[in-house]
């Protein structure tokens, strides 16, 4: 790993730190969870720095993958609707056409 780009990167979070909890808790709504989002997010930073463009932002490439793992975060937390059987509505007292 690049020493030069991790100082970077590290500067860049503990500048930005306010704004990248705020952007985390845009999405989650929660103190706690949006705290683990950031930290989650500082590891995988840390752990595909060799990934970000030189000449490209730091600071939308980091805060990309926040927003994406806040929406991973989401997906865990709300899996897709199951989608009932019309037998399913049935045996549930529902009632179909």
Known sequence: MDAKLERLLIRFIMQ???????????????????L?????????????????????SMKGWFYRIVVNTSLDFLRKQNPPFAQQTLDDIDEEGGRYA
């Open 36 to 56: 683990n989002i950031v930290q989650e997010s500082i590891h995988k930073a840390l752990a595909s720095l060799i990934t970000l463009n030189p000449e490209g």
């Open 16 to 34: 930005n730190k306010e704004n990248v909890y705020r952007l985390a808790f845009s999405y989650v709504k929660n103190e706690k969870n949006a």
